[in-house]
């Protein structure tokens, strides 16, 4: 889920102010690439489908989503040569590491969001905008049917849209593993509209639980929060809460100051777990001095109105406790939209939608995917042993000697990212030491069965790419390189060479380089995981993430906004209404 993991590219104006590489370095820590806008003025237009392609000359592009993977693809996208149309449900692009922030008054709303008409308005005109959903996409036919959910509108809400390249960045959606009563009762972090909802229904457990008339034990209860989840989303929110409390709601209801009990419910062994051990044990240790409990090694099996039942895993016991306020924060899956079109390609059983390493959709030569909605299926090398032993055999002598094995390793290591992955893991300085003998010892040549005993461990090293805006604004930027530079590459690839064929691939493989990642603590302490095993944790890594949120903006309008709302919370506080 899309939460405290970010940071990738730096802006134009933070590179011409930092004073050292190593300033660069920490700025650059995102979870999506900075993305800066003109504020020239738009061309307006009307939305006429029947003359949707303006040159037929030109490559009709349409775009699915303005989140972090979306926005990122127009950014950089070179339109001179292409038609771009983008459809959306919401005209709008959110900074959504900010989400849990905005659920308790930390940050305004519409401090983290640009209109995406100013986002598309730079390219006076030529990028089309419309607010609407897309229902179905027609890969057979290349067509996307889409409705606008605006109400009450004249005329035809549905409409269709026929592209030559379809480029999927819709998003997923939140994970309830076909729990009983989530989806009824428990509040999401994944949407602006999901934080506005929880910052109502957070000032309303504490305006119910001042009436007159209610027990201690009733007070309790709808003081009660439970967050479920213990990943970055789920943490950052209890922080959130938890200072909202002691810093600003005490003062306000002093009456029930001692009633009030955050909860956080994990799976798994630890929260945090996909950070560093050291973050994951500091941030635990906080919350116990904090007085946020945190329930390890537990799976909940019922959320009901007024209480959530879960079961330890270890003990096996069952327990119901009531609760006044449910965050479910456990993960992500596939929205409708992207389901019926894995069922349309072939892709039913797959858990989410495939891809190769350049992003093009398995089954679909037009069609790409990125950001929540996709992952990458990467190839295994033992998938090609055989091949990749027979090309780089040119004598066809059997054996393979480290001469021959090094005129291949640059187009292994791009092509297999995994081998770069496995060396790192075993400390190896070089791939020709991955032929050497089970005593270390080196080699002169390997035949083909050492040669694949040699590769054996390296698709262990195979991993996921985590849903974060990191994640996503990379692949944004990466495809919109490959569309600038198509017809360039077709004449003269740039990509490794192709073992089972002739010839090499247009383009490189997507990479996905970490830059680090946040987890906000509260207190004024965060933790931060950073390239080179470097791990911060305190006050002074909190206003580094201070310095690094407000650099990645979109906007300087939106930069201006959030350094103004922090700013404000230092003075006034939280702002408590219910609006």
Known sequence: MRTSSFFSKASGFLRSHASSSKLLVLLSLSAGSFVAYSD???ETSTPNLDLAQKDPKKKRIVVLGTGWAGTSFLKDLDISSCDVQVVSPRNYFAFTPLLPSVTCG???ARSIVEPVRNIVKKRNGEIRFWEAECLKIDAANNRVMCRSNIENLVGNREFSLEYDYLVVAVGAQVNTFNTPGVKENCYFLKEVEDAQKIRAGVIDCFEKAVLPG???EERRTNLHFVIVGGGPTGVEFAAELHDFFQEDLVKLYPMVKDLVKITMVQSGDHILNMFD???????ERKFQRDGIEVLTGCRVLDVSEKAITMKNKAKGETSSVPHGLVVWSTGVG???????FMEQIGQRKQRILATDEW???????NVYALGDCATIDQRKIMEDISAIFKAADKDNSGTLT????????EDIVIRYPQVDLYLKSKHLMDVTDLLRDPEGRERDEVDIEGFKLALSHVDSQMKSLPATAQVAAQQGAYLSHCFNRMEQCAENPEGPRRFRSTGRHAFRPFQYKHFGQFAPLGGEQAAAELPGDWVSMGHSTQWLWYSVYASKQVSWRT????VSDWTRRFIFGRDSSRI
């Open 359 to 365: 992003l093009r959709v398995k089954g679909c030569e």
């Open 334 to 340: 596939p929205r409708p939209l992207v389901r019926d």
């Open 402 to 409: 480290v001469k021959e094995f090094q005129d291949v390793i």
């Open 214 to 216: 209610l027990s201690e």
């Open 40 to 42: 020239s003025q738009a």
């Open 106 to 108: 930390t940050v305004e």
């Open 559 to 562: 930069r201006v906004l959030v």
């Open 277 to 283: 051990e050291r973050i994951s044990s500091f941030a």
